[in-house]
C-alpha cells in the first residue's frame, strides 16, 4: 500500500468497477426479505453547461441515502438525469450563435436553429455526465432521463391534455411577467427583486395628485382610485372631468376600492391596467377597459402618440420633462428605494402587461384527479381523495396532514405561505426550445389567424399531432408556437421517469418516491409544483420526504457569484484533494436548511482525515493482520462475542468493541433520521480520536505482547475496521471501497456488503468505561506536562505514579502508560524536585531535572511572567477608562476576553513557576 492515499490513482477505476459490476441497479443487488424499495430521482442538472458547487452538495446526500439503503438490502434506486432548460439553454446557444456568426435565431429558422441547440444539449450531457461520475455517485445510468426524451414528451402531452379536458388548462388574456430581453413570460417564481434607488415623481393630476416610479406607464390613465373612506376624497368618487395631461387633455373619472393604501404617496392613484398586476385586478374588478401601451419589445404602441416605436423606459427623462413643461411636475423624490422586477435569467427589467397565454387555473375544483388517467392504485398507500378539491387545496393538504414532510419543519410554513399566495400558472412560453403546447388551429375555421383567434375558438388539444379538423374536416392545421414552461415537465420528474402514464413495474415499485433532497431556494420553482401535478396526475404523492440543504458560501459567508469571483468549481477540488474529500467538506458540520461554508483549506484537512483512515489501514496491513483475517471468527462487533470469551480480551479490547458497536447504533440512528451532517461528524470524531489516536496505538503495544495478542486484539481490531469501512463507506466511498479490497478481499465489493448491525452487550460494561477513563486521563495529564515544560518527546523520562484506591491499576497498566507516554513509570510519591499533577486520585509526578534545563526554564517562565503582568495591567487601565463605554460593543467585549485570556496565562505561568522552586 501507498504510503499517503492518492485519490488520483484510483477512484476512476473503483468507479468503473463499480459501474461495471452492475452494482448501481437495483435488480442485481440482492433484497433482503422484509424491506422496501428505497428511491431518489435525481434533480435534472441543466443542460447549460457544467455542475456547481451546489450540485455537488446534493450528490453527495443523494449518493449517501442511496449506498445506506443499498447495504440495508433494500432494492434501491438512484434515477439520473438533466433538464432541457428551456430559457437559459435557448439563450446560451442564442449569444454562442451571435458571438461566432453575427447571426440571430430568426436568421436560422426554427427547424435549423432547433438542430444547434440539440448539438449542444447532447455535448453538455455528456459533461454533466462525467461530472456527476467524479462525485462516486452510485446512480442507476441504465435508466437515465432527459426532459425531452420521447417517454416524458408522451407524459407531458398527456396531462396537458388531461387537464385541458377537466377544465384546468385554458387560453386567457392575462397580465403577466415579461422578460422583453427573452422576449417571454415568466412565472411569479422566476422574477427576482433588485433594490434600487430611483426617483419618485408626484404630478398634478387634476384635483389630485399622485405618486409614480414609472411616469412613462401613464399616457392612458383615465380613472383615479381612492378609498372609499378617506376624508380627502371622499367628495370625489363618481365625478367625471377633463384634465390635461401629457400629450393633451383626458376625460377622467374617480372610483373608490377598498384595496388602496391610504398611507402611500397621497393616497390618490391613477390605473395602468396593462402595465400592474394591481391595477388589471381593479379593472376587472370594475369592468374598465385595458389598453396596451408598451409592447413585447419594451416600445410604445399606437397608443402613445408621438411616443409610438420609442423605448418606454429609455424616454422616461423625456416625458418628465414634458409634464414639467405643462406644469404637471409638483416634486421628486431622489431618495426613493424600491424592489426593481428582474428576469431571472437576464437580469432584464420586468415588464407587466396584457398577453395571451395559456394558464393551469390553481383554484378550480379537480373533478376526476389522476384516476382515469393511468394513475398507480397504491403500491405503498390508497388513492388520495381528490375529487372537488383545488390543486391547491390538495398540495396543501398533503404537507399539512404530514403525508409529505418538509425537512426542516420551519419551510413547511413557508410552503403553505406561497400556496396561500399561489395564482394561476402561466405555463406558455415564447422560445423554441421546449416542449412546444399541443394545440393545433385550423387555419380555415380561425380565417387564418391561427394561435391570434379569439377566446371564443377551442382549438384541437391532443396527445398526438392532428390530421384533420374535427368541424370542417380540413388538413391546414397549425401547431400553437409556444413552448411549455420548464417546471412543467419538470413536475412530472419523478413519474414520468418510471414510465407513466404506462403502468410499469418501476412506476409500481419505485413510485412515490422516498426522498426529493435539493436545495430549498428551490422550493417554489420546483418542489411546490410537483405536488401540484403529481396530486393530480396519480392522485398520489411524488416523495414521501423533502430534504433541503442549504446554500453553499464562501469563507467569509458571501453567496458565491461569478461577479466576487468566489465560486469553487467541484471538480478543481477533486482534482487536488479526491472526491471523498470534498464530500465530507460539504456533508459534515451541516444541518439540513442551513447554510454552510466551503474553501480549499477546509476540504484540505478532509483530505487529512482521509490519509488518517489510510494509515490505520496500512498499520492493518503491514502488522499481516489480513492475511490472517479469515481466520478471525470470535470476536467482532458484528458478531457476537460470548461473555465467557469477552473476559478473556484486555480491558482496551472490550472498550473498543463498545465504543464500536455504539458507535453502530448511533450513526445509523442519526442516517435515519436525515441528520447526515452529526453522522459525520461522529464517524470523524470515533476514527480519529478514538480509534487512531488511542486504540491503534494501545493495540501496537498489546501486540507485542504474545499473552494480550493471543487474548483477541489482533482479532478485535481486524473487525473492528471492518466495520468502520462499512460505516463511512456512504461518506467516502472510494478509500472504503480501496481500503476493502485490500483488507478483506475475500468479502466480495464494499458497495454492496451488508450494513453493520449492533451486536454485543446490550449495555456498556461501566468497569470498563471506567477504567479506560482513568488510563486516558493519566495518558493525557503526562502529555501536557511534557508538553507545558518542553520536553523533548524522544526522551524518555522517570514518571511516578501513586494512588491507594488505584494501586491495582496502575500496577497493571504501568507497561502501558509508559508506552504510550514514553516514559519510566515508578509507584511511589514524587520525587524531590519533580513537577507534580494529580488527577482522579492519582498522584503523578515527574523528574524533569535529568529532562530539561531547570535553571534556563525558571528563566523563561520569569520572563513571560513579565509579559503577561504588562498585559493585564494595559487591558485593565484600558477598560478601567473612557474606552469602556465610549468604543463599540464588540471591541470592548474582545478587550476584555483577551485580558481575561492574559490573566489565566499569569496564573498557570505561576502555577508552573511554583512547581522549579528549588
Not at 398526438?464 to 380540413?474: E, K, M, R
Not at 502488522?623 to 479469515?630: H, Q
Request: some cysteine; proline content about 4%.
Amino acid at each position: 500500500m501507498y504510503k499517503i492515499y492518492n485519490p488520483r490513482e484510483f477512484e476512476d477505476a473503483v468507479y468503473n468497477a463499480w459501474e461495471q459490476g452492475g452494482y448501481f441497479r437495483p435488480e442485481t443487488v440482492k433484497q433482503i426479505k422484509g424491506t422496501k424499495s428505497f428511491s431518489i430521482a435525481m434533480p435534472p442538472a441543466n443542460a447549460t453547461g457544467t455542475l456547481h458547487i451546489g450540485h455537488a452538495m446534493g450528490l453527495a446526500l443523494q449518493d449517501l441515502m442511496i449506498r445506506y439503503h443499498r447495504m440495508k438490502g433494500e432494492r434501491a434506486l438512484w434515477l439520473p438525469g438533466t433538464d432541457h432548460a428551456a430559457i437559459a439553454t435557448q439563450n446560451k446557444v442564442e449569444k454562442d450563435l451571435y458571438k461566432a456568426e453575427k447571426k440571430t435565431r430568426h436568421d436560422l429558422g426554427r427547424e435549423e436553429f432547433l438542430k444547434r441547440v440539440e448539438a449542444f444539449v447532447e455535448s453538455s450531457k455528456a459533461t454533466i455526465r462525467s461530472q456527476v461520475r467524479k462525485m462516486g455517485s452510485s446512480a442507476d445510468w441504465s435508466r437515465e432521463r432527459f426532459t425531452l426524451d420521447p417517454g416524458i414528451t408522451e407524459a407531458v402531452r398527456t396531462i396537458f391534455v388531461a387537464m385541458y379536458q377537466d377544465g384546468l388548462i385554458y387560453r386567457g388574456d392575462r397580465i403577466v411577467n415579461w422578460c422583453p430581453r427573452c422576449h417571454s413570460t415568466l412565472s411569479d417564481d422566476e422574477v427576482e427583486y433588485k433594490e434600487e434607488k430611483a426617483p419618485f415623481y408626484y404630478l398634478r393630476y387634476g384635483p389630485v395628485v399622485i405618486g409614480t416610479a414609472r411616469p412613462e406607464t401613464k399616457f392612458l390613465d383615465k380613472t383615479i382610485v381612492v378609498h372609499p373612506k378617506d376624508p380627502r376624497y371622499r367628495d370625489l368618487v363618481g365625478k367625471e372631468f377633463d384634465i390635461d395631461w401629457i400629450s393633451d387633455k383626458v376625460h377622467a373619472n374617480v372610483i373608490a376600492d377598498a384595496s388602496i393604501d391610504r398611507e402611500f404617496g397621497t393616497g390618490a392613484m391613477t390605473m395602468t391596467p396593462a402595465h400592474s398586476f394591481e391595477d388589471f385586478a381593479l379593472a376587472q374588478r370594475h369592468h374598465l377597459p385595458v389598453i396596451q401601451i408598451i409592447n413585447e419589445e419594451g416600445k410604445f404602441t399606437e397608443a402613445a402618440g408621438e411616443f409610438a416605436g420609442k423605448d418606454a423606459r429609455g424616454s422616461r427623462d423625456e416625458i418628465v420633462a414634458r409634464l414639467k413643461e405643462r406644469g404637471l411636475l409638483e416634486r421628486v423624490d431622489d431618495q426613493y428605494i424600491h424592489n426593481l422586477s428582474v428576469c431571472y435569467r437576464c437580469g432584464t427589467p420586468i415588464e407587466p402587461l396584457v398577453s395571451r397565454q395559456w394558464f393551469i387555473a390553481v383554484d378550480r375544483p379537480v373533478a376526476l384527479g389522476g384516476r382515469a388517467r393511468g394513475s398507480v392504485t397504491g403500491a405503498r398507500r390508497g388513492l388520495l381523495k381528490t375529487a372537488g378539491k383545488t390543486l391547491k387545496e390538495i398540495a396543501t393538504e398533503v404537507v399539512k396532514d404530514g403525508t409529505i414532510t418538509i425537512l426542516p419543519k420551519r419551510f413547511e410554513k413557508v410552503y403553505f405561505h406561497w400556496m396561500k399566495n399561489l395564482h394561476d400558472w402561466t405555463i406558455s412560453r415564447q422560445i423554441w426550445f421546449g416542449h412546444r403546447i399541443p394545440a393545433w388551429y385550423c387555419l380555415t375555421c380561425t380565417h387564418g389567424r391561427g394561435k391570434e383567434v379569439g377566446l371564443e375558438y377551442q382549438p384541437i388539444v391532443a396527445v398526438h399531432a392532428p390530421t384533420t379538423c374535427p368541424t370542417c374536416g380540413d388538413t391546414n392545421l397549425i401547431q400553437d408556437p409556444d413552448t411549455l414552461d420548464t417546471w412543467f415537465s419538470s413536475a412530472l420528474w419523478t413519474f414520468a421517469t418510471l414510465g407513466w402514464p404506462e403502468k410499469t413495474r418501476d412506476l409500481v415499485e419505485f413510485h412515490p418516491t422516498s426522498v426529493l433532497e435539493t436545495a430549498y431556494d428551490i422550493l417554489f420553482f420546483w418542489v411546490a409544483r410537483m405536488i401540484l401535478m403529481t396530486t393530480y396526475a396519480l392522485s398520489d404523492i411524488p416523495f414521501e420526504t423533502v430534504y433541503l440543504h442549504g446554500l453553499v458560501r464562501d469563507k467569509e459567508g458571501r453567496k458565491m457569484s461569478k461577479s466576487l469571483g468566489n465560486g469553487i468549481d467541484p471538480l478543481d477540488m477533486i482534482r487536488d484533494y479526491g472526491a471523498d474529500a470534498v464530500r465530507l467538506s460539504l456533508v459534515l458540520g451541516m444541518a439540513a436548511g442551513s447554510d454552510s461554508r466551503l474553501y480549499p483549506e477546509k476540504i484540505e484537512g478532509y483530505r487529512n482525515f482521509v490519509n488518517k483512515l489510510w494509515n490505520v489501514g496500512r498499520f492493518i496491513k503491514s502488522s499481516e493482520l489480513a492475511a490472517r483475517g479469515s481466520g478471525f471468527k470470535r470476536h467482532g462487533v458484528e458478531h457476537r462475542t460470548p461473555n465467557s470469551e469477552r473476559k478473556n480480551l484486555s480491558l482496551a479490547d472490550q472498550w473498543i468493541l463498545d465504543e464500536t458497536n455504539e458507535l453502530v447504533a448511533k450513526t445509523t440512528a442519526d442516517i435515519e433520521a436525515f441528520r447526515f451532517g452529526t453522522a459525520g461528524d461522529r464517524l470523524y470524531e470515533f476514527t480519529w480520536h478514538t480509534l487512531a489516536d488511542w486504540y491503534v496505538e494501545i493495540a501496537k503495544y498489546q501486540m507485542k505482547s504474545s499473552e494480550l495478542a493471543a487474548r483477541g486484539s489482533e482479532e478485535v481490531l481486524y473487525s473492528v475496521f471492518r466495520t468502520l469501512l462499512k460505516l463511512c463507506h456512504p461518506f467516502i466511498p472510494f478509500v472504503t471501497e480501496v481500503l476493502w479490497k485490500e483488507l478483506y478481499p475475500e468479502a466480495g465489493m464494499l458497495i454492496i456488503s451488508d450494513w453493520p448491525r449492533p451486536a454485543g452487550r446490550a449495555k456498556r460494561d461501566t468497569q470498563v468505561t471506567h477504567g479506560i477513563k482513568l488510563l486516558k486521563a493519566i495518558v493525557t495529564s503526562i502529555r501536557i506536562l511534557r508538553a507545558t515544560y518542553r520536553i523533548d518527546p524522544a526522551k524518555a523520562i522517570p514518571v511516578t505514579l501513586t494512588s491507594p484506591r488505584h494501586a491495582k491499576f496502575l500496577n497493571d497498566f504501568a507497561p502501558l502508560i509508559g508506552h504510550l507516554t514514553h516514559a519510566e513509570i515508578h509507584h511511589g510519591a514524587p520525587l524531590r524536585g519533580s513537577i507534580v499533577a494529580r488527577i482522579v486520585s492519582v498522584t503523578i509526578g515527574i523528574e524533569i531535572a535529568p529532562a530539561i534545563d531547570v535553571v534556563k526554564e525558571r528563566a523563561r517562565i520569569a520572563h513571560e511572567i513579565e509579559i503577561q503582568k504588562a498585559l493585564v495591567d494595559r487591558y485593565q487601565r484600558q477598560l478601567a477608562g473612557e474606552f469602556r463605554t465610549r468604543a463599540p460593543r464588540e471591541v470592548v467585549t474582545e478587550a476584555e476576553e483577551k485580558q481575561k485570556t492574559a490573566e489565566a496565562t499569569l496564573t498557570e505561568l505561576h502555577r508552573q513557576a511554583e512547581q522549579l522552586k528549588e
